[in-house]
């Protein structure tokens, strides 16, 4: 009876230890670009966690924070309207945010199901991404576009387009 007592307990640990998904720590190099036909950047600044394994979407998660304050254009007077009430107001608003809540395999890669959160607005969204993995290292690249008008970025029919498109490269480590 010990003995089944012992195989059970080993069963079960076994079991839980191959249901958890991996831990990546997110590499300084990575990038948050994005464009449209007015104006274009990166976020240089971004942090959080991920959680992710091929073989196991279903405990596999992403909750990523961007500071607004690290957006970069190229262009001084650019980037103080960006930071600036009219657009992100990184002041009151200072991150966005990306918390999933579900991941699946799609045709292309994969897609992260969650809410977006920025400047205070929060939406379901999903994110399509694909992932490379080689030895501990892998990388994350996520191509989508986002209204910003949807988060009550700026004015519709402002100056700058509604929608940008987003390229965001994560190269990340195992932990």
């Not at 945010?97 to 959160?117: N, P």
């Not at 920025?118 to 994350?140: E, L």
């Not at 402002?158 to 480590?173: F, Q, S």
Request: hydrophobic fraction near 40%; avoid cysteine.
């Amino acid at each position: 009876m010990k003995v089944l007592k012992i195989i059970a307990a080993f069963l079960f640990l076994f079991s839980v230890g191959q249901t958890q998904a991996q831990n990546w720590k997110i590499s300084e190099d990575h990038n948050i670009a994005f464009s449209n036909k007015d104006v274009s950047g990166v976020f240089k600044e971004m942090s959080g966690s991920i959680i992710f394994d091929a073989t196991k979407l279903s405990s596999s998660k992403f909750d990523l924070k961007i500071k607004v304050e690290s957006i970069s254009t190229g262009n001084g007077i650019q980037n103080k309207h960006a930071k600036g009430e009219e657009w992100f107001d990184a002041a009151k608003y200072p991150n966005i945010e990306f918390i999933s809540s579900k991941i699946e395999k799609t045709d292309a890669g994969y897609k992260a199901v969650g809410k977006l959160e920025i400047h205070g607005v929060k939406k379901d969204f999903t994110i399509p991404f694909t992932f490379s993995k080689k030895g501990s290292k892998g990388t994350f690249v996520a191509k989508f576009s986002v209204d910003r008008t949807d988060f009550g970025v700026g004015k519709k029919g402002n100056d700058v387009a509604e929608t940008l498109k987003i390229v965001a490269t994560i190269p990340a480590t195992l932990k």
